[in-house]
């Protein structure tokens, strides 16, 4: 398994954004369309295990067997720092345009 997961480390990794951002979405929905706490909690989860945690996780399991600071190393380790700083305001403004157009005020 941990061979494999290095041969395809883009697929992977492209495999789990795919399914973060649906996370993300499905928040959204669940958040604002819903109207569920339950629903909005259990998307956050998701969102956790699917995009921050498997990143973490594949940039420590590439580096060690790597042992260098190789591209993908680098890409994971800017989409952390991209989401821990200003990707905090871009969602914020995505859940800004979010709540707009699910309160029909939308012009």
Same mark, same amino acid.
């Given at each position: 398994?941990?061979?494999?997961i290095?041969e395809?480390?883009?697929?992977?990794?492209?495999?789990?954004?795919?399914?973060?951002?649906?996370?993300t979405i499905?928040?959204?929905?669940?958040?604002?369309?819903?109207?569920?706490?339950?629903?909005?909690?259990?998307?956050?989860v *998701? &969102?956790?295990?699917?995009?921050?945690?498997p990143?973490?996780l594949?940039? !420590?399991?590439?580096f060690? $067997?790597t042992?260098?600071?190789?591209l993908?190393?680098?890409?994971? *380790? &800017?989409?952390?720092?991209y989401g821990?700083?200003?990707?905090k305001?871009? !969602?914020?403004?995505?859940? $800004?345009?979010?709540?707009?157009?699910?309160?029909?005020?939308?012009?």
């Amino acid at each position: 398994m941990y061979q494999f997961i290095i041969e395809n480390k883009w697929a992977v990794l492209l495999v789990f954004e795919f399914f973060a951002w649906s996370a993300t979405i499905f928040m959204f929905y669940a958040r604002y369309k819903m109207k569920s706490q339950f629903w909005f909690k259990v998307a956050s989860v *998701i &969102l956790v295990l699917t995009g921050v945690i498997p990143q973490v996780l594949l940039g !420590v399991v590439n580096f060690s $067997a790597t042992k260098e600071m190789d591209l993908f190393t680098l890409i994971i *380790i &800017l989409l952390i720092v991209y989401g821990f700083t200003i990707g905090k305001k871009h !969602v914020q403004e995505l859940d $800004a345009w979010v709540q707009k157009k699910f309160s029909g005020n939308s012009y």
